[in-house]
């Protein structure tokens, strides 16, 4: 179970670069190359920082 929620988290993160880094966007939003590396940056640290706090949890409640 645990397996499928951390496999689930990382293909999400891979994802998440994918798009952030697909040329569509670019093209759809000439703005948005701009803000790539912080929009990718943010949502890193969403995935994170939710990764760690599943941890966190799954320690205490074991």
Do not use: C, D, H
Not at 26 to 34: G, M
């Amino acid at each position: 179970m645990y397996i499928i929620v951390i496999a689930l988290a990382l293909i999400g993160g891979v994802s998440t670069l994918l798009v952030g880094l697909s040329q569509e966007n670019k093209k759809a939003n000439p703005n948005y190359e701009r803000k790539t590396k912080t929009n990718i940056t943010k949502l890193l640290i969403i995935y994170l920082v939710s990764l760690i706090a599943f941890i966190v949890i799954w320690m205490i409640f074991r």
